[in-house]
């Protein structure tokens, strides 16, 4: 391996925004997953203000359904074409109460023992760039161009996930995901990104969590 | 020679900054999933206005960008879906046809009042949201009006790729959606329509539906007023 190569395997992987994170969760009752019991993930409804960006809730979907401990996870659009027109953003149930009315419409019940879905995860906050700062300016000639200058930000990753039990209609409990990210980019003639993946962090973090606080057996 | 090579690059220059400043979005017929809602046990004939047939909306947005959003005949295909989902027996009439002509219930006619969308450039967020306003007109076997209902539908997506288009059409498509979710769920409590398989109002009803019609609660567009977002109304069906 040449020297120039080594060089931008450590600038591709060794150089990188720092992140920092806190992933916490809060169960409120037993969980675990049988054979053939399903997850779906879904974002809460923007009619109440929600925000959650589309990409972040597929990464989630995806993070749960591979890996280690992979779960069994139905795409959040076939479950709500599935149950089409009980889970639209102005009619899906907003808490467990609504839940046990909405178990009761004919149907429902059937479609979800259908899907197998024992739980569904509502996704709730998004991702904001908080602060950002520094100067850089670029110019191209005929003789060619450059950048030089120095800039960075910050994004604030936090989201919230809430648990559903559809087996008896409860709240199974809340994980929660805090990543915070700074990036800079220094440029002197080349600009050197050293990008931190904050909302992509978030997606494992709170994936890996999910998994663990589903599949447990842990009691209350 | 050289003249006319200039003019040519100068006309494509031009069409492409022209281009730059108009989006047109095409709004593909939005299949609605079937519901998991009893049928209501009317026959019903639905009235399908010319301008469901080819409907454009052009707006310019903030002096920079004209957007044109074409909807076509969607919404001709998603009321004809939508009330096949709703009704026993759905008979399609088109702006011409003589409601006489035909045996039904209950005659419903549909129309948009309002189409309005809003960019990224608007709100200052990731977003484009469209908002529908249809009202829905019912009438009896007799022809004599029996409601009005507004209803306010909307849709919301988030900004993905560079244009915008893409994600416009689904804010339209999900404003649809939308509207079909209420009116299934709400149509019948907003209008009475499954009364009318009794036959025709009498003429004290007539009265009362005629000031209904006219009054705020039904045609203000609010739909909170008559369904709890985030929740399900015991009443629906």
């Not at chain 1, 599935?82 to 009761?104: H, I, N, Q, Y």
């Not at chain 2, 900054?17 to 009317?42: D, F, H, M, Q, R």
């Not at chain 2, 004599?144 to 288009?165: D, F, H, L, P």
């Not at chain 2, 006219?214 to 909170?224: H, I, L, R, V």
Request: proline share 4%; hydrophobic share 40%; net charge negative.
């Amino acid at each position: 391996m040449t020297l120039s190569n080594s060089i931008t395997i450590v600038l591709a992987f060794g150089l990188a925004g720092c992140v920092t994170a806190s992933v916490e969760d809060n169960r409120e009752e037993t969980t675990g997953l049988l054979q053939g019991e399903t997850v779906v993930v879904m974002a809460k409804s923007y009619h109440q203000g929600n925000e959650t960006e589309a990409d972040y809730i597929s990464c989630v979907e995806k993070s749960l359904g591979r890996g280690s401990g992979a779960l069994k996870v139905v795409p959040g659009q076939v479950f709500v074409d599935s149950l089409f027109p009980w889970f639209e953003p102005r009619t899906a149930p907003s808490d467990t109460k609504g839940l046990v009315l909405l178990m009761e419409k004919p149907g429902v019940p059937e479609a979800i023992k259908r899907m197998g879905v024992r739980y569904v995860v509502w996704l709730d906050g998004g991702t904001e760039r908080i602060t950002q700062g520094g100067s850089l300016s670029c110019a191209a000639g005929p003789g060619g161009g450059g950048c030089f200058g120095f800039a960075w930000w910050t994004d604030d990753a936090d989201y919230e996930a809430s648990i559903w039990d559809l087996s008896d209609s409860e709240a199974a409990g809340t994980v929660t995901a805090d990543f915070s990210g700074t990036s800079f980019l220094p440029a002197l003639v080349v600009p050197i990104p050293l990008i931190a993946r904050t909302q992509s962090r978030a997606c494992s973090g709170l994936s890996k969590q999910l998994k663990a606080f589903l599949s447990s057996n842990e009691k209350v | 020679m050289i003249a006319s090579t200039q003019l040519r690059s100068s006309a494509i220059l031009f069409s492409l900054l022209a281009a730059g400043c108009a989006s047109n979005v095409t709004v593909e017929y939005p299949t609605i999933p079937a519901p998991n809602v009893k049928k209501l046990p009317l026959d019903v004939a639905v009235r399908i206005p010319a301008e469901f047939n080819n409907f454009v909306h052009e707006e310019k947005v903030l002096g920079r960008e004209t957007w044109t959003i074409n909807l076509g005949s969607a919404n001709a295909l998603f009321f004809e879906q939508l009330f096949g989902y709703m009704f026993d027996n759905v008979i399609v009439l088109g702006p011409d046809d003589n409601a006489l002509d035909y045996t039904f219930d209950a005659l419903i006619e549909p129309k948009i009042e309002g189409f309005e969308f809003s960019v990224p450039n608007q709100t200052k967020t990731d977003a484009f949201a469209v908002w529908i306003r249809y009202r829905i007109q019912v009438f009896d076997s007799a022809g004599n009006s029996a409601s009005t209902w507004t209803v306010s539908a909307y849709g919301k997506s988030q900004k993905e790729g560079m244009g915008g288009s893409k994600s416009l059409q689904r804010a339209a498509v999900l404003a649809m959606r939308d509207a079909a979710a209420l009116i299934l769920l709400q149509m019948n409590k907003a209008t009475k329509i499954a009364a009318l398989a009794d036959g025709p109002l009498d003429f004290s009803q007539i009265e009362s539906s005629a000031s209904a019609t006219q009054d705020a609660a039904y045609d203000n567009g609010a739909p909170e007023a008559i369904f709890a977002i985030g929740g399900i109304d015991d009443d629906t069906e």
